[in-house]
């Protein structure tokens, strides 16, 4: 780890809450549904769609699920009533599944009903190792129910490429991201190379099987590299899409948008924005390499 990420990593929970929130408004849309659809209606202006997030992963007690639900049909609402272009992300371990799985699908189905009413489109979004294979499960059963619920596949994960054939077998709408949770050697690429490698083949395997594709990176790289697989296969660009998470990579951003790419940014909000804060950066420490820019570095 860079010196400079993990001094950073170490002291951030000394640094006061408040210095901590100004750090955290360019990456979080802020507590209130309100803050998020104004967020929303600005990237809309800007020319991108956008995901919403309800943060509040990694609950201790079921009682803790119940404000997320009400809150994502709340979203719902009113991404439907805003008219924004807009669709959902949720995190099932927010939901319980860590803790009761069941409940975890009990709880899911009543966001997804909502989201039946109004027509959205709900992403399952992928955590750590220990819950991928029954966040496959739990999604494989949604999707029997709804035609509109996508998965995200993360490529440093060597299971992944079998992962992906499952879900194009059904035409799956896939998210495809690097990975952030610290997992070990034996069922994670460690090489950035190898990384790489993963996930463009994880892309255009996708591309090929016929499946939609969510591409989710902010490293210039696979950015380019995506550019030229998608020249290569000239696929309509009603099949793929390019995700980036609020805050980063803004010049990128704007680069794809620019050149007519159809660009979703990942809009997390919520009262768990602290918590949500700490744990992105202890999860991924190279993620302080941002807070160190957002602090000192120049605005994009």
């Known amino acids: 780890m860079n010196p400079l990420n993990r001094l950073v990593v170490k002291t951030l929970p000394l640094v006061p809450k408040p210095v901590v929130r100004s750090i955290a408004s360019r990456y979080v849309a802020g507590e209130r549904l309100s803050d998020a659809i104004a967020t929303v209606r600005g990237l809309n202006t800007e020319g991108c769609m956008a995901t919403l997030d309800v943060l509040g992963e990694d609950i201790v007690r079921l009682e803790e699920t119940e404000p997320t639900v009400v809150e994502y049909q709340r979203a719902l609402a009113a991404i439907a009533e805003g008219g924004v272009d807009s669709n959902i992300s949720v995190k099932l371990t927010a939901l319980g599944l860590k803790l009761d799985p069941a409940h975890c699908r009990r709880e899911l189905s009543r966001i997804v009903e909502t989201a039946r009413r ?176 957002g602090l000192f570095g120049p605005r994009e």
């Open 118 to 293: 109004y027509g959205t489109f709900v992403r399952i979004d992928m955590e750590d190792s220990s819950v991928t294979e029954e966040t496959l499960r739990i999604y494989f059963e949604a999707r029997e129910k709804y035609e509109k619920v996508g998965i995200v596949l993360q490529a440093y994960l060597r299971r992944s490429a079998d992962d992906a054939r499952r879900v194009a077998a059904v035409g799956g709408n896939v998210r495809v991201c690097k990975g952030i949770y610290v997992e070990p050697p034996a069922i994670a690429f460690q090489d950035r190379e190898e990384i790489r490698d993963s996930y463009m083949k994880l892309v255009e395997d996708l591309l090929d099987a016929g499946s939609y594709a969510g591409i989710a990176t902010h490293d210039p790289v696979l950015v380019e590299r995506s550019v030229a697989l998608l020249g290569r296969l000239r696929l309509d660009r009603s099949r793929y899409e390019f995700q980036m998470l609020l805050g980063v990579a803004r010049t990128l951003r704007r680069r794809l948008v620019a050149d007519g790419q159809r660009l979703r940014v990942y809009v997390p909000y919520g009262e768990a924005w602290y918590a949500y804060s700490i744990r992105r950066l202890k999860e991924n420490p190279s993620i302080a390499g941002h807070v160190v820019k």
